[in-house]
């Protein structure tokens, strides 16, 4: 149980073009779900916290304007990446919280985006 | 603040011998302790938590780690090491049970050498 799926696993694109990843709950319900992104050989930042139906609370240094995301049901996140540049180029990994009495997160797969 | 600090970014062990991946924390309050692994270009795979039930706490894959509050330390152990072990491994706090965020420690490489 408790199965994040991500989609795609990899994209590679074009300098100014935008990029949509999705993120799953498989098995259960996520009113809570997590954007992080991971440069290579380094640990996990937090980009953004989404929670269904609300806008999403970003990190500090996250432009929200360039990172859109949508929660729209209990099951879906999706992180759209607009006007890209080869700087945004990196591991994108979401999580989900089955529920608000656990502090738990469950990983997606990642996505690696590649800008070109 | 709460901080990880995982001691050792790098770990090599030969197959079949102990591992042990050191991690301290700090929080103000009683915090929930998680090992997260994760192999090359995966996302990250739960490996135990502790909440603060038992202090040994043991997880998948035959790994355990043990609360120690006087140390505040959350070493990850196993007994013997397989090929399969090799990947990074994440110490990670949230700095109140039931917090929404997690934070991170810097991660551990973990070598296992045939």
């Known amino acids: 149980g408790a199965v994040v799926s991500q989609h795609p696993s990899w994209v590679i694109c074009k300098s100014g073009t935008s990029v949509k990843i999705e993120c799953r709950s498989l098995?259960?319900?996520?009113?809570?779900m997590f954007w992080y992104r991971q440069f290579p050989k380094q640990s996990l930042m937090l980009m953004a916290t989404?929670?269904?139906?609300?806008?999403?609370?970003?990190e500090q240094g996250v432009e929200k304007d360039k990172f859109l995301i949508n929660h729209a049901s209990l099951t879906l996140s999706t992180l759209t990446v607009t006007s890209a540049h080869p700087e945004d180029s990196s591991f994108y990994i979401c999580?989900?919280?089955?529920?608000?009495?656990?502090?738990?997160?469950?990983f997606g797969p990642g996505t690696r985006l590649t800008v070109l | 603040a709460q901080s990880v600090t995982q001691l050792d970014s790098h770990v090599s062990v030969s197959e079949g011998t102990p591992v042990l991946l050191r991690c301290n924390y700090s929080?103000?309050?009683?915090?929930?302790l998680f090992w997260y692994v994760q192999h090359p270009n995966k996302g990250l795979q739960l490996l135990l938590k502790?909440?603060?039930?038992?202090?040994l706490v043991k997880g998948i894959n035959g790994f355990e780690a043990e609360f120690k509050k006087s140390e505040t330390s959350f070493h990850l152990t196993k007994p013997s090491a397989h090929m399969s072990d090799a990947a990074e491994y994440f110490c990670?706090?949230?700095?109140?049970?039931?917090?929404?965020?997690?934070?991170f420690g810097q991660g551990t490489r973990l070598t296992i050498n045939p």
């Open positions: 999580s989900a919280k089955p529920g608000q009495g656990t502090d738990t997160q469950y």
């Open positions: 098995d259960f319900q996520a009113t809570t």
């Open positions: 989404s929670n269904e139906g609300s806008k999403a609370t970003y």
């Open positions: 929080s103000s309050y009683s915090p929930s």
């Open positions: 502790y909440t603060s039930a038992a202090t």
């Open positions: 990670v706090v949230t700095p109140v049970q039931g917090a929404q965020k997690l934070v």
